[in-house]
Antibody, heavy 120, light 110 residues
C-alpha cells in the first residue's frame, strides 16, 4: 500500500524558514517523480514543485522559484521541501504527492498534508 | 500567464449526469496537456480520478469518465450519487515540467 506521510509544518514568522519532509513507503521510491502541492485556507490547489525520480531534475512554480527548494533522499525514501523567506501568502496545507512517471506526470497518490502558518 | 478555467459551481440531481469542463484563458485544451481530474471533500486530501484525458485511476467507478469536448477537457459523472458532492479540480501540463490546476468546481448533488 502506497503511503505518504508529511511532517515539518507549523507556525513560523514572516521571513522565516521551514523544511517539510514526506516519508514514502509501499513502492519503489526512486522510480517515481514526486511533487509538492499546496492549498491555502478555503482556496484551490496549487502545484508548487516537482522532482524526478533520480533527483537530478527539479521544477518550480513561478510563485515560489528562488525561495523553495525541492530535494529527495532515495536511500531514506524521503522527499523534502525547503521553504525560505516565508510570506503570509505561503500559509497553506502542503501535500506531498507521487507522480505517475519517473520524470514528471500527474500525481496519483497523495499524503494527508502538513499545515504551514506564516504569521507574526 | 495562461489561466486554467473551471466552472465555480455546478449542481446535479441524484441519478443525473453532469459534465464539468476545464479550459484555458487562451487557446484550447488537447490531449497534449495530459488533463487529469481530482476529487476533494472538505478536510481530505485530493483523490485522483482521471489521468491523461480519459484513463481512470485504480478503484474509480466507471461512472466517472474523461474526454475532450470541443476546446476543453471534460469530466462526466453519470448516475450522480450523494457522495459525489465534492470539489473537483483539473490539472494540465504546461510543458517543461510545469503543471497548473484549475480553480476547482464545487459540485452539489440535490
Amino acid at each position: 500500500e502506497v503511503q505518504l506521510l508529511e511532517s515539518g509544518g507549523g507556525l513560523v514568522q514572516p521571513g522565516g524558514s521551514l523544511r517539510l519532509s514526506c516519508a514514502a513507503s509501499g513502492f519503489t521510491f526512486s522510480t517515481y517523480a514526486m511533487s509538492w502541492v499546496r492549498q491555502a485556507p478555503g482556496k484551490g490547489l496549487e502545484w508548487v514543485s516537482g522532482i524526478s525520480g533520480s533527483g537530478d531534475t527539479t521544477y518550480y512554480a513561478d510563485s515560489v522559484k528562488g525561495r523553495f527548494t525541492i530535494s529527495r533522499d532515495n536511500t531514506k525514501n524521503t522527499l523534502y521541501l525547503q521553504i525560505n523567506s516565508l510570506r503570509a501568502e505561503d500559509t497553506a496545507v502542503y501535500y506531498c504527492a507521487r507522480d505517475r512517471g519517473r520524470v514528471t506526470a500527474a500525481p496519483d497518490y497523495w499524503g494527508q498534508g502538513t499545515l504551514v502558518t506564516v504569521s507574526s | 500567464q495562461t489561466v486554467v478555467t473551471q466552472e465555480p459551481s455546478f449542481s446535479v440531481s441524484p441519478g443525473g449526469t453532469v459534465t464539468l469542463t476545464c479550459g484555458l484563458s487562451s487557446g484550447s485544451v488537447s490531449t497534449s496537456y495530459y488533463p487529469s481530474w481530482y476529487q476533494q471533500t472538505p478536510g481530505q486530501a485530493p483523490r485522483a480520478l482521471i489521468y491523461t484525458t480519459n484513463s481512470r485511476s485504480s478503484g474509480v467507478p466507471d461512472r466517472f469518465s474523461g474526454s475532450i469536448l470541443g476546446s476543453k477537457a471534460a469530466l462526466t459523472i453519470t448516475g450522480a450519487q450523494a457522495d459525489d458532492e465534492s470539489d473537483y479540480y483539473c490539472l494540465l501540463y504546461m510543458g517543461s515540467g510545469f503543471w497548473v490546476f484549475g480553480g476547482g468546481t464545487k459540485l452539489t448533488v440535490l
